[in-house]
């Protein structure tokens, strides 16, 4: 049998935290979506202005770029994330191969967010503030779940990176999700100043 590993409390909490924002999200934005493809001049409530405009976001051809709502997705997936986190707070130990695949669904995860941010800032010109959510819990969840397949030996690194993971995981998502906040204010900068 093959090596295992579970998660401390902290972390099946966090994993459980990172998905159930992303399924309100998804759950939010599908709701909304529904309520677009009735009516073509709803404004959902999140449109605040020009720049926080979720209504922007929902009508572009990015929203659905597998042929169907992109939030359709994000309930599953996120599902998916809130039931492993809820098994491992219940003790539950999976094998090598659990934690690659769900590493795999996680880096899908943060690079598909990752080409959403971009479209959003400099295709779309808006922002939808559920999208903006599920963003900082994927990137959160693709940080922690690297972490503990670097730590465990599943994927492998050297030992200062298995060390650094070790001690200083929250770095790597506060400096991801600060870059992503300085291109966000920065690409809107004369908005937010003026």
């Given at each position: 049998?093959?090596?295992?590993?579970?998660?401390?409390?902290?972390?099946?909490?966090?994993?459980?935290?990172?998905?159930?924002?992303?399924?309100?999200?998804?759950?939010?934005?599908?709701?909304?979506?529904?309520?677009?493809?009735?009516?073509?001049?709803?404004?959902?409530?999140?449109?605040?202005?020009?720049?926080?405009?979720?209504?922007?976001?929902?009508?572009?051809?990015?929203?659905?770029?597998?042929?169907?709502p992109n939030?359709?997705?994000?309930?599953?997936?996120?599902?998916?994330?809130?039931?492993?986190?809820?098994?491992?707070?219940?003790?539950?130990?999976?094998?090598?191969?659990?934690?690659?695949?769900?590493?795999?669904?996680?880096?899908?995860?943060?690079?598909?967010?990752?080409?959403?941010?971009?479209?959003?800032?400099?295709?779309?010109?808006?922002?939808?503030?559920w999208?903006?959510?599920?963003?900082?819990?994927?990137?959160?969840?693709?940080?922690?779940?690297?972490?503990?397949?670097?730590?465990?030996?599943?994927?492998?690194?050297?030992?200062?990176?298995?060390?650094?993971?070790?001690?200083?995981?929250?770095?790597?998502p506060?400096?991801?999700?600060?870059?992503?906040?300085?291109l966000?204010?920065?690409?809107?900068?004369?908005?937010w100043t003026?």
């Amino acid at each position: 049998m093959g090596r295992q590993a579970g998660a401390s409390r902290g972390l099946a909490l966090l994993i459980v935290l990172t998905g159930a924002p992303g399924v309100l999200a998804s759950w939010v934005i599908t709701l909304d979506k529904f309520k677009l493809l009735q009516d073509p001049h709803f404004v959902p409530g999140c449109s605040l202005n020009p720049v926080l405009s979720c209504g922007s976001v929902m009508k572009s051809e990015q929203a659905a770029v597998f042929g169907f709502p992109n939030p359709m997705l994000g309930l599953v997936a996120y599902g998916i994330v809130v039931c492993a986190g809820v098994s491992l707070l219940a003790g539950a130990r999976f094998p090598g191969w659990y934690w690659l695949l769900f590493e795999a669904g996680c880096l899908f995860g943060v690079g598909f967010v990752s080409w959403l941010q971009f479209e959003s800032l400099y295709r779309i010109n808006a922002l939808c503030l559920w999208c903006c959510l599920a963003w900082i819990a994927t990137i959160i969840l693709f940080w922690y779940v690297t972490s503990v397949c670097v730590r465990h030996g599943f994927l492998p690194a050297p030992h200062w990176l298995t060390a650094f993971f070790a001690e200083f995981t929250w770095v790597l998502p506060v400096l991801h999700i600060g870059v992503v906040g300085m291109l966000v204010l920065t690409r809107w900068w004369d908005f937010w100043t003026s």
